[in-house]
């Protein structure tokens, strides 16, 4: 791990940024979708600490899935999400 990753272990809040800042609308909308398909409640407050690895990981493997979908559609020159 390098050393930004290092000083970012152990701070509350997040260290992912987006690379696109106007996306988190669309991104915020996915993860509830995903949330709603698998049957995982998001927790309001944002602490994900009393959830299975299993739960979060589903749902982050869901979001990732369509994420790459959503790609490879935009790279064929479908926009039929």
């Known amino acids: 791990m390098g050393q930004a990753g290092q000083q ?3 701070r509350s809040g997040r260290s ?6 106007q996306a988190t609308a ?7 979708e995903a949330a709603q398909e698998l049957g995982v409640q998001i927790p309001q407050d944002g ?3 009393n959830y299975t690895s ?6 982050g493997g869901y979001i990732t899935k369509r994420l790459v979908q959503l790609a ?3 790279l064929s ?4 999400g």
């Open 47 to 49: 602490y994900y600490g």
């Open 77 to 80: 020159g479908r926009n039929n």
């Open 26 to 32: 669309a991104l915020q909308q996915l993860k509830m």
């Open 72 to 74: 490879e559609q935009q």
């Open 16 to 21: 992912n940024n987006l690379v696109v800042p």
């Open 8 to 10: 970012n272990q152990g």
């Open 54 to 59: 299993r739960e979060t990981g589903s749902l």
